[in-house]
């Protein structure tokens, strides 16, 4: 930011298992989204390095990056956009067309997990035409589709209330459990973190323990 140096990471050392479900927790401007976006390779630490199934990720040319993260990552960020123009279907779909599935095969695919998440009702919907909860459990279905080794979900019940929040977060058990793949999941939601296997609290861009 100018002159002025935002230290959002501070010496962070972690290591996470390969299954499960992780929650990283903290107040707001913590740094739990910055986090999440550097072990996802989407944003790079200024030093450092980020292993992923032993891979060093930060070492990662554009494209190798673009190709490794498609193949490992299902990622949700906090402010989840879906694309306008695409039903709700076409959009659950997407993950799967990019890693070269048929198209037919992605549809399917796409419907049989919107009717898990009870929005078999709503699959020719277009974003805007679906209610935020469906708008959240659209963009969690878009994220785990095709049962990535890691979903990273930032914030899946920040705008929902108590009942939405509940449901996501028995879903997002569910999943985790079906697909024996590693969750990490940033929250301050109790519903959530009564679900986790492991926990990281942090606090001003540090690991608390
Ligand atoms: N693009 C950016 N440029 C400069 N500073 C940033 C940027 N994004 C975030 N920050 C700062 O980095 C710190 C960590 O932000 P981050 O978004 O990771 O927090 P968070 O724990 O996810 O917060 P919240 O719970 O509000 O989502 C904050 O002080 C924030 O203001
Ligand atoms: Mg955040």
């Known amino acids: 930011?100018?002159?002025?140096?935002?230290?959002?990471?501070?010496?962070?050392?972690?290591r996470l298992p390969?299954?499960?479900?992780?929650?990283?927790?903290?107040?707001?401007?913590?740094?739990?989204?910055?986090?999440?976006?550097?072990?996802?390779?989407?944003?790079l630490p200024s030093k450092g390095s980020?292993?992923?199934?032993?891979?060093?990720?930060?070492?990662?040319?554009?494209?190798?990056?673009?190709?490794?993260?498609?193949?490992?990552?299902?990622?949700?960020?906090?402010?989840?956009?879906l694309i306008p123009q695409l039903t709700i279907l076409e959009n659950v779909a997407l993950p799967?067309?990019?890693?070269?599935?048929?198209?037919?095969c992605a549809l399917e695919a796409a419907m049989e997990l919107l009717q898990e998440v009870g929005l078999g009702e709503r699959i020719m919907h277009k974003p805007d035409e679906v209610s935020g909860g469906e708008?959240?459990?659209?963009?969690?279905?878009?994220t785990i589709i095709g049962s990535p080794p890691?979903?990273?979900?930032d914030e899946p019940t920040a705008h929902?209330?108590?009942?939405?929040s509940r449901k996501i977060a028995e879903l997002v058990k569910a999943k985790q459990r079906e697909a024996g793949s590693l969750y990490i999941v940033t929250t301050l939601e109790d519903t959530i973190i009564r679900e986790a296997?492991?926990?990281?609290?942090?606090?001003?861009?540090?690991?608390?323990?």
Do not use: C, H
């Open 1 to 14: 930011m100018g002159k002025s140096e935002i230290t959002a990471l501070d010496e962070v050392t972690l």
């Open 150 to 153: 890691i979903v990273i979900l």
């Open 50 to 81: 980020i292993y992923v199934e032993g891979v060093d990720i930060t070492r990662l040319g554009a494209y190798e990056l673009a190709w490794f993260r498609r193949k490992k990552f299902g990622f949700k960020p906090q402010d989840p956009k």
């Open 197 to 209: 296997d492991l926990r990281v609290y942090i606090n001003k861009g540090r690991i608390e323990f």
């Open 18 to 43: 390969d299954s499960g479900i992780v929650i990283i927790s903290g107040p707001s401007g913590a740094g739990k989204s910055t986090l999440i976006r550097a072990i996802s390779g989407l944003e």
């Open 135 to 142: 708008y959240e459990r659209a963009s969690l279905a878009q």
């Open 160 to 164: 929902l209330d108590p009942e939405n």
């Open 96 to 104: 799967l067309l990019f890693n070269y599935v048929p198209r037919k």
